[in-house]
């Protein structure tokens, strides 16, 4: 028996490389078990992004330690940002793990293990990352077999202040768009109805490959040489967002009118701290020009409290903005220093107790006007996109509308009809709530004798 048990931390561009992982170790012929205490390998692919995604990753090590330690003869791997990061220094702080991978060795995991070995063993390079992966590298999908994400670059050649993951992941790497096409086409053959475009920073997508080939020229080939429904852009920056971008997006539903577009502040000495080339501005016209070409798109970002230096005026600037813009979803998180990074010598700390307080100004703020973006869609008819039965209950399906992203936004709860995941059916909103809503089977009968 070779079940391994795998654990992935972190955000979509990890859960890919997890999903290469899982391919090697299948072919390999490694069988994917649900629980950890049936495993001989088990394997967590850590974040190393932020201090608490770090703690995170020791944590579920250790719990994934004390299996091992049940079970003698069970291997724990350790791979991933937090292993880029750290390198040797993890081997004496974590003597529970026998191997650590980086990110330039881990499709290579079941040779790893296959490799005779005494005592924990450490495979990375120091420094940042430089493996791109391509279309020749096999994935085993986690998701549902219905959406997925396609990662389009490695790195990124930002160099925000409080950021890692240039000293991590490394420079931007941009795969070219005929392997793109390639797995795409792979994807949509497995039944991939929704698919979501991720990288650090999508709109730098070719700007290293100097051949002419841009986000705008890999979503033209994509609407050509595939048949996916749904396509979604995630993590566009907030300057890189063009005419040219937002016309395409407009001529094609395939594109869906949903953009994820990190701000991370709205003040202008905050950002200018943040080494963010815009300001307040900037973002103005941005919001001004998305909804002009896309009246309906939803607008999501992130946004951070307390960075250093950051004022109550500053604060009130962001809050004013919001009230102004009426984002649909936006996440705010509390700054916290790096080890390494430039904004960790900047003086103007925050005390965690007025992070706190600020955190919970911005969330209040938008909690409401989130509840109120919402209220539009009802008795909207919207294509859904069906999931399956729902966590909250037996008795309801759920879904999405093609402005929630998968994970990360709310969901639909389907209160009749019988539908199938993967599924994308016209359903008309019924309710709004803070961030879901709630949908039925169109009764095209009625529909017919009122009008509709």
């Known amino acids: 028996m070779n079940n391994v048990f795998i654990v992935s931390l972190g955000c979509p561009k990890n859960l890919v490389d997890t999903e290469v992982m899982l391919a090697s170790l299948e072919h390999a012929g490694y069988i994917l078990t649900d629980t950890p205490e049936e495993a001989e390998v088990i394997v967590v692919n850590t974040c190393g992004f932020i201090q608490p995604a770090v703690e995170e990753a020791v944590d579920t090590i250790l719990e994934m330690a004390e299996y091992k330690e049940a079970k003698p003869g069970t291997r724990l791997v350790v791979t991933g940002c937090m292993v880029q990061r750290y390198g040797t220094a993890l081997l004496e702080e974590l003597p529970e793990v026998d191997l650590f991978i980086g990110l330039d060795d881990f499709p290579g995991i079941d040779r790893l293990l296959a490799e005779e070995t005494n005592g924990p063993r450490l495979i990375t390079a120091p420094g940042a990352a430089n493996f791109l992966m391509d279309s020749s590298y096999a994935r085993s999908i986690s998701t549902p077999f219905f959406r997925s994400f396609l990662k389009i670059t490695e790195g990124c050649d930002n160099r925000c202040t409080y950021c890692m993951i240039p000293s991590i992941r490394g420079p931007l790497r941009s795969r070219e768009i005929a392997d793109l096409v390639r797995e795409a086409q792979a994807l949509e ?8 475009l991720i990288a650090q920073d999508l709109t730098a997508y070719g700007t290293d490959l100097q051949n002419g080939e841009t986000l705008v020229r890999l979503l033209e080939a994509l609407l050509s040489e595939t048949s996916i429904p749904w396509l979604r852009l995630l993590y566009a920056y907030p300057s890189g967002v063009s005419d040219e971008l937002l016309q395409l997006m407009a001529e094609n539903a395939r594109i869906l009118p949903y953009l994820d577009v990190p701000f991370q502040h709205v003040s202008d000495s905050v950002l200018q701290n943040m080494n963010r080339p815009y300001g307040t501005a900037l973002l103005d016209g941005l919001i001004t020009r998305i909804r002009s070409y896309l009246p309906d798109c939803v607008l999501r970002t992130t946004l951070m409290v307390g960075f ?5 005026e500053d604060v009130e600037i962001m809050l004013e903005a919001l009230k102004r813009w009426q984002l649909d979803h936006v996440g705010v998180f509390q700054y916290q220093d790096e080890e390494g990074s430039a904004a960790a010598l900047l003086p103007g700390k925050i005390e965690d107790q007025e992070k706190a307080v600020r955190y919970e100004q911005v969330m209040s703020i938008q909690a409401d006007i989130s509840r109120e973006r919402l209220q539009r869609y009802v008795v909207r008819i919207e294509p859904v996109l069906v999931e399956g039965i729902s966590e909250e209950s037996e008795l309801l399906l759920e879904g ?3 402005y929630q992203a998968p994970d ?13 995941p993967g599924d994308i059916v016209e359903l008309r909103i019924t309710e709004a709530h803070t961030y879901d809503l709630v949908a039925e089977e169109v009764d095209l009968l009625e529909d017919e004798e009122n009008g509709g």
Not at 189 to 196: A, D, I, S
Not at 308 to 312: H, L, Q, R, Y
Not at 408 to 420: A, H, K, L, M, R
């Open 400 to 402: 999405r509308t093609r």
């Open 308 to 312: 250093p230096g950051e004022t109550k």
């Open 408 to 420: 990360i936004d709310g969901c639909v709860y389907i209160t009749s009809g019988q539908f199938n």
């Open 189 to 196: 053959q497995t039944g991939v109805r929704e698919l979501c």
